[in-house]
């Protein structure tokens, strides 16, 4: 007997080593939150991307079975960002665009789109910022490439006086980190402010400041709760003036 669960265990520890070795850095994720690994990924012009293996052999998923896909950052991609940072935007749509179509299944196709809306609004190609943000929603990513973009056209969509649209936006976006929370707090008060509806944009905006008071975001939450008390004629604002004063200087 016990020369058996001796067996048995090195049977699973053997079992449970190949299935660590099969782990590398591509892999999708299935609606079921599973993980298929390969040694690379392939993808179809309408999204069926395939997890290869070492053995020549592949799985398929369509894009229905796909909650996300990843490999790792594009030769193509990285150097696009180098030439965002060095404000060369026309070679980097460029750039991004060759990459876009290679890659846009297989982890990268949000992550692109938001790089190509920032380039455009860097252009002051606003429709076409907008246009390439809404696009990157088309493709699986993980939460924080979808909040990105969502932080993106929210702000697209603020500059446009779209204000509906933004707030629709900022409902849909799930609250993954402290950073995704203050820019909701925040942005939600801008939306509010642009309603009329100041009272309310200050109780967003002191979201942020009760619960995250030493966010980077919580200095502007400060200043619009400032100015909207002035607005309202709250002497209140004369507290938060002084709060924000001894907080931040």
């Known amino acids: 007997m016990k020369q058996t669960i001796i067996v048995l265990a090195l049977l699973l ?16 994720i299935l609606r079921d939150g599973s993980k298929e690994y390969g040694t690379k990924l392939s993808a179809t012009s309408d999204g069926r991307v ?3 293996d070492d053995r020549g052999g592949k799985q398929t998923f369509s894009r229905t079975r796909i ?52 380039c455009h609004l860097k252009k002051n190609a606003v429709a076409e910022a907008e246009a390439a943000f809404k696009e990157g929603f088309k493709f699986p990513a993980n939460s924080k490439t979808r909040n990105q973009l969502g932080k993106s056209l ?16 900022l ?6 980190s402290q950073e995704d929370s203050t820019f909701v707090f925040n942005t939600r008060g801008k939306v509010l ?20 008071p030493n966010d980077p975001n919580t200095r502007e939450a400060y200043k619009e709760v400032i100015a909207l008390l002035r607005e309202m ?6 507290d938060f003036d002084k709060d924000m004063r001894r907080r931040f200087n």
């Not at 520890?13 to 999708?28: E, H, K, L, N, P």
């Not at 490999?71 to 990285?78: C, D, I, L």
């Not at 309603?195 to 309310?200: E, L, N, P, R």
């Open 13 to 28: 520890g053997g079992s449970i080593a190949v299935q660590a070795q099969r782990q590398t850095d591509y892999y999708v």
């Open 50 to 52: 395939s997890v290869h």
């Open 67 to 118: 909650r996300a896909a990843v490999s790792p950052k594009p030769a193509a991609v990285m150097d696009a960002e180098d030439l965002v940072s060095r404000k060369q935007y026309d070679r980097a749509l460029a750039k991004l665009g060759v990459a876009f179509e290679k890659y846009k299944w297989i982890g990268w196709g949000a992550y692109i789109c938001n790089l190509r809306g920032l």
């Open 154 to 169: 929210v702000e697209v969509y603020l500059q446009q006086g779209k204000i509906n649209e933004a707030e629709q936006v």
């Open 171 to 176: 409902r849909k976006m799930k609250l993954r």
């Open 193 to 212: 402010t642009a309603k009329g509806k100041k009272d309310m944009a200050v109780l967003s905006y002191l979201k942020t400041i009760m619960l995250y």
């Open 233 to 238: 004629k709250d002497n209140r604002a004369d």
